[in-house]
Nanobody, 121 residues
Framework: QVQLVESGGGLVQPGGSLRLSCAAS????????MGWYRQAPGKQRELVAT???????NYADSVKGRFTISRDNTKNTVNLQMNSLKPEDTAVYYC???????????????WGQGTQVTVSS
């Protein structure tokens, strides 16, 4: 099992910045993909950004140029730096990892509990 602990959400004014962090712990041999998703009220959960173990990144079009995802493979952490925040970025943000407990095992998906980000004046 893998546990994910998120931090860094909160209330920020439009144009402001926030940094989300997520730390993975438990039985981990490797983490293939780490990422952030978000879910706004009344909407489906959507991808925000992902990063592979070789540091290849992927971003939703709506956050390109404003958000930056990074990871530390030695600490099993993933961060999301969010700049130029807009009211439409308001959502619960979820950390996601796809990890292996053994070299021969298949990847398993894990989700964090979610952290609220509210962008409002």
């Amino acid at each position: 099992q893998v546990q994910l602990v998120e931090s860094g959400g909160g209330l920020v004014q439009p144009g402001g910045s926030l940094r989300l962090s997520c730390a993975a712990s438990g039985i981990i041999f490797s983490i293939d993909i780490m990422g952030w998703y978000r879910q706004a009220p009344g909407k489906q959960r959507e991808l925000v950004a992902t990063i592979t173990s070789s540091y290849n990144t992927n971003y939703a079009d709506s956050v390109k140029g404003r958000f930056t995802i990074s990871r530390d493979n030695t600490k099993n952490t993933v961060n999301l730096q969010m700049n130029s925040l807009k009211p439409e970025d308001t959502a619960v943000y979820y950390c996601h990892v796809s990890s292996r407990s053994r070299p021969w095992s298949a990847s398993t998906d894990y989700w964090g509990q979610g952290t609220q980000v509210t962008v409002s004046s």
